[in-house]
Structures are given as C-alpha cells and as structure tokens.
C-alpha cells in the first residue's frame, strides 16, 4: 500500500522541478533546435524547388536552343533551295535565250540567204535572158543569111501562131 | 560501424554484471546479520529514502546524506538525513525545536508531546506518531535534480551549437539530440496531434519524453541505487496530472461536447455515455501514472528478485542463473526505458490531439 500512495513532498518537487526544466527547455533548448530544424526543412525544400525550377528554366532554354537551331536549320535549308531554284532558273533562262538568239539569227540568215537567193536568181535571170537574147541574135542573124530558112522560118512561126 | 556496435554491446553487458553484481553485494552485506528478508530488501531500493545510499563497507554503509524538510506545528524544521545514523527501524530519535524524530522505513514520523520511543500495532504502523509535513530532499528528489542537471548539460549545449553555427549542421552533441527531437516531433507530435497544432504541444511533448527517458535510465545505473524515480507513482502522478492539466485546458467546443452530449447517437446513449465519458477524463491520466510506475518498478523488483535467489538459497551455484536471468531482464528494461517514455509520450500527445480535435 506503501508503494502506491503518492508522497506528497515527491510530488511537489516533481511539479516544481517538472515546471522549471519546461520552462528553462522551451525557451532555451526546444526553441532554437526546432526553429534551427525547421529553417534547415525550409531551406531544403527551397533550395530543392529552386533547383527544380533552374531545371526547368534550362529545359526551357535548351528547348528554345533546339527550336533557334532547328529555325537556322530550316531556314538555310530554306536559302539553299532558292539558290538552287535560282541557279536552275538562271541556266534555263540562258538557254532560253541563247536559244532565241539563235533561231532569231537563223532565221535572219535565212532571210538574208532568201533575198541573196533572189537578187542572184534575178541577176541570172537577168544574164541568162540577156545571154539568150545575144544567142538568138546571132542565131537569128545566122538563119536569115540565107532567103529560105527565112521563109521557112517564118511559116513555122505562122504555123505556131494558127495552132494557138 | 560494427566495431562500436559491438563495442558498445560489450560495455553495456559489463555495465550490467556489475549493476547486478552491486546490488546483490549490497543486499549481503546490509542484511548479513539477520535471515535475508528479499521483500525488505526489494522494497527498500524500489521505495525512496532519505539518503543516498552508495554502497556498504565492511558492513559500514556509506550513504550521501541530504536534507530533512518538514512543516510541523511549530514550523519549518530542517536536518540532514544523517542524523538517523542509517537507521530506517524508528531506533534513532532526533530532536529539533523540542520535537522528536523518526525514521520507520524511510518514513519520518513525529513522536507525539512526550513520547520517547515508538510503539506499533499489530500491523507494524507507528501508534504514538504522526506525520509531519514533508518536503524532504529524498533521494528521489535528488536524483530528479541531477537528471535535470544532465537534461540542461544537453540540451543546452546542443541548442548553442545551433546558435553559434549559423548554417544549421548539426555538430557533437546536436547531432544525437537532433534525430531523437525530430523522433518526437515527426512520430509523436504530428501524426498524433495533427499537422497544424502540434506546434503548442511540442515543448512539453519533448521535455516529458526526455524527462522520463533520461530517468528511467538513471533507475537502472548501480552506483545510483535503485534510485527509482520514475518508478514512483508520485513523479509519474506529477507528471500524468501535467498530461491531464494540458488536455483539460486546451479542451476546444468539439471536445466538451463528446463528453458532456456525444454527437451522433441517440439521446438516451448521450445520458448513458456521460459519466463514462466523464470517467474516462480521468482515467486516462491515471492509466499513465500507473503504467509508467508499474511497468519500471516491475522491472526493478524482478532484477532485484533474481538476485535475491541466491541468498535465499544461499548457495553460489545459483549466482550465474541469476546473474544471467537479470542480465537479460536488464538487456530488456533498456529497452523499456525508452518504450515506456515513448509511451508515456504519445498518449500525452494522442490525449492533446482528442482534446483539439475539430468537429468532423
């Protein structure tokens, strides 16, 4: 029965001692070691959510290097092909050209070689008639040397001229 | 690593063999002229006393004395506990202001006007005394006032560790305290209380914790005698009625009202449940105050009890079975030490979170 009722001088000292050890740990111990733990809690988890946020920030910025670099890409893909178009164009455009000039200079020679064609024609029409003229002459003076080729000369032409 | 485990577990098995050791050379040589009594001898190390006995030589005991405070009818009187020569059977009177004092088994009784020696009944309680008013510096008291010494050492210096580092890393000291305050609040404090409260609660959370742990290991260290405070249904009454202030004080609407009209049942369950409720306010802070006292001098009454076989049987033979027995009740109320301040602990804080508790 002792052993189980509370002495009273224990139990005042307990309380006294109780109190005072509360009073003195909240203040100087529990105080600073809680508020040093949470500080260090709160500046990891800062220090985790920045790092978190500088990864995304590079995701970010590699994702804008990816799309700047795919941009360069394309847009000289872009440049090489016009060039290229360029290029081609050029080259026909050339060939259309000197095609052009080409027949354009054909044709005039070949009008050139017409009309030369034609003076020359004309020139040896021109000869050939004068030459015939001159042949008949001298045929003719030939024939009408003598009095019967004369007459038979000019019957034969009357004959023609009946005919027609 | 391993290498301090095991170090650490041989200094703890030495520790302990010369803890039971201790005690059974004590309880030889105190009792060695008269039949070994082993309820005298447990009950007078579970109990608390006047002086702090240290150890007995050549059949001398050598004892810390401490002092005597008492309130009588004339007021404060004051001594120091040696003056009862060790005698705890009411054979030393000591006289002060014209008052007579004894000591029955480490209760100081006051002799009555003109008495001279102390007379019993039949069942052994002084007749002709009474007791005085005592606020006597007992051993208990004593050892209270060392753990809290130890406590401050501790905690104090771990705390201006933080301080002066102003990087916050634990250092020495600070880092063994540290996961151990984080133990309470992180496995006590907030799943029991509640993520938003548990803040209020915190300080007196980790100094009863640390208060009980820290003596409950002092009840098990040799030199200290079964300085069983913690087993002492007066400091854990201290502090379950502590635990019952708290929760009464802090009690919101929501918590009055499961007591007084339960939400939710019938009305003539609100009327039955009222007084069980009302009871069970109560309860729970007795419940604490005895599983603690019950649970650590248990656990002292047993290592006593086997050490005790060898002087009943008086022979040595028995001496390795029980050494090895209280050995290994001693591995185990290691052990308790800190289970029954942990306990302690979170039904303080479970008793706070149901007192705070918003209707849901």
Not at chain 1, 100 to 110: R, Y
Not at chain 2, 82 to 105: A, C, L
Not at chain 2, 186 to 215: A, C, Q, S
Not at chain 2, 292 to 307: K, Q, R, S, V, Y
């Amino acid at each position: 029965m002792d052993l189980i009722t509370p002495d009273f001088g224990l139990v005042f000292w307990s309380l006294i001692t109780f109190a005072i050890l509360l009073i003195v740990l909240r203040k100087f111990a529990w105080k600073p070691i809680l508020g040093a733990v949470e500080d260090r809690e709160e500046g990891i988890r800062s220090a985790l959510s920045s790092a978190e946020n500088a990864r995304k920030e590079m995701e970010n910025l590699k994702a804008d290097n990816e799309r700047i670099l795919q941009e360069a890409r394309n847009e000289r893909e872009a440049m090489l092909k016009d060039a290229r178009e360029m290029k081609n164009k050029m080259i026909s455009d050339a060939k259309d050209e000197a095609q052009a000039q080409a027949s354009k200079m054909i044709e005039q020679a070949q009008v050139a070689i017409e009309s030369e064609k034609k003076a020359a024609m004309a020139e040896l029409k021109n000869h050939v008639a004068s030459l015939s003229v001159d042949i008949a002459e001298k045929v003719v003076r030939q024939e009408l040397s003598n009095k019967d080729k004369q007459l038979k000369l000019v019957e034969d032409m009357l004959g023609e001229a009946t005919l027609n | 690593m391993t290498f301090n485990t095991f170090k650490r577990v041989v200094f703890t098995v030495l520790f302990l063999s010369v803890f039971s050791l201790g005690f059974a050379k004590d309880s030889k040589d105190g009792d060695a002229d008269k039949a070994f009594n082993a309820k005298e001898m447990i009950m007078h190390h579970v109990k608390d006393a006047y002086g702090m006995h240290i150890i007995d030589i050549n059949g001398q005991p050598i004892s810390i004395p401490l002092p005597v405070i008492l309130f009588t009818d004339n007021g404060l009187t004051t001594f120091m506990s040696s003056e009862f020569h060790h005698d705890y059977n009411g054979e030393v009177i000591v006289e002060k202001n014209g008052q007579r004092f004894v000591n029955v088994h480490e209760k100081i009784y006051q002799l009555n006007e003109g008495e001279t020696a102390v007379m019993y009944d039949a069942e052994h309680h002084p007749t002709n005394a009474e007791r005085p008013l005592d606020f006597s510096i007992t051993r208990n008291v004593f050892m209270m006032w060392v753990s809290v010494v130890v406590l401050l050492l501790i905690f104090l210096t771990a705390a201006r560790r933080y301080r002066k580092s102003g990087d916050y890393v634990p250092k020495g000291i600070a880092s063994f305290v540290e996961p151990l305050v984080i133990f309470v609040r992180d496995e006590i404090g907030k799943p029991m209380i509640g993520e938003h409260k548990y803040k209020r609660f915190m300080p007196y959370l980790l100094t009863v914790f640390f208060f009980i742990w820290i003596n409950n290991i002092f009840g098990l260290i040799p030199i200290l005698n079964g300085a069983n405070l913690s087993g002492n249904i007066a400091f854990t009454f201290a502090l379950a009625f502590c635990t019952f202030l708290i929760t009464t004080f802090s009690g919101n609407k929501n918590y009055w009202k499961h007591i007084f009209w339960m939400p939710g049942v019938p009305v003539p369950m609100k009327i039955f449940l009222m007084p069980i409720e009302i009871v069970g306010m109560f309860v729970k802070p007795i419940s604490l105050m005895i599983r603690l006292f019950a649970n650590i001098t248990a656990g002292h009454i047993i290592i006593l009890a086997l050490m005790s076989l060898i002087f009943i049987f008086e022979t040595v033979a028995v001496a390795p079975v029980s050494v090895a027995f209280s050995l290994f009740i001693g591995i185990i109320e290691i052990v308790v030490t800190a289970i029954q301040a942990y306990i302690f602990t979170v039904l303080s804080a479970l008793y706070f979170g149901m007192a705070t508790e918003e209707a849901h």
